[in-house]
DNA sequence: TTTGCTTAATCAATCGTTTGATTAAATTTG
DNA sequence: CAAATTTAATCAAACGATTGATTAAGCAAA
């Protein structure tokens, strides 16, 4: 019963993950929300109040800040700023990467300033994980490892938007890379390890300092 | 009489674009458009015959490839790999900027693969400008001026996700930069100058082959 | 008069939500 | 234990509101 209980809402709130995610919270229709996830219309308002419930309980489900995944790195008196940051990457792109539908849902809902509530709340949690990323790289330049002049704000949106333009357009992405965006397996394995290495490779050449630096 | 005609029409672009990068498009009824228009809702569908056939109106009236604006800079034998590229940038972010609210509106509808006319367009010429950032960069690579094992599909992810992510989500942008980017006047000034800096050297230190290169 | 533009009124369809009835399990009572 | 009562879960049906679209009449200009 309880158990029962706790599968059907989480159907439920799988199901709305999936169709928000594909057609947006305006274009999903609780019919077919309700249809796709086999249980009757009135049980969504009956669990979660409204739509707008459902959404907020799908997005609380998966939503909370790794500030506590990156903490102890970042805290870490025996790395670099470098080394942090490296593995502060490594922990990102394999959260997104798993949760990529997910992640799409967050961005294109979060570029529409509605829903308040949901919105905020989203808005805190990825400027937390943004600022953390932000102060690693201030470590790196205030002890003199970083380039000083680097613009770290936008090595932030470099790090996230990056991110986004392969999860968020898959169809392009695909097309781009040549390779299959949608297929979750190549997205945990492959790409993974990619943009694992790109992003590395791409922030280190940028910000560690080496010898010449012209513009 | 003509004039009117299509100073009215274009007043209906002007605003769907804009309601339509605010709400989405099922987020935007007819109605509210032809209100903020100050036009009858029959209209909209005089003119464009269908509220989706508005909405393909609003991107074949921006949307176009600038390969004819890239093309003669990447055929230019004067210019190095890497000259080419730093032009082509300049052109990229200063056509962008100016019209942050349209491409709002071409990523987050792109990410829902609904209306398949616009979409299937929308995909072919961002592809072609992708494809036209990927070939000057393969020719950097060709020419052995640029790094060998640069991989120069993600450059592309960056070149086109960092941008997304400051005119996407302006609200979580202006907290992370600490400037309103919502301020078209800053966005096509300050940030204009400072995306071009960023950019340029964040893939030339990627990019352009110095001396030494280890992982 | 004919043509093109404009309007208010109206259409069927779909939206999110609510309802009242039904079932089954859990709990209380005798 | 058995009977009575309460609670939770589920459903089909219907609600009022809003959606995009259409109509037919009115209007102005050529």
Redesign the pocket.
Known sequence: ?EK??AD?KDRILDVAERVFSEMGY?G?????ISGEAN?????????F??????FVAVFERKIYSFKTLLQPIIGDENLSPWEKLERCIDIYIDRILINSCFHKLVNREISLNRHGEVNDKITDILMVNALEFKKVMQEGVDNGSFFEAADIELCVATIFGTKNYIINAPHIASRLLGKDVFDQHFLETEMNQRMKTYMKRLLKSYLVITNDRTN
Request: cysteine-free; overall charge positive.
């Open positions: 019963m029962e209980k059907k305006d999903a229709s609780t019919r077919l249980v009757n219309m009135a049980m969504l308002n009956y669990y109040g409204s739509k707008e419930g459902l």
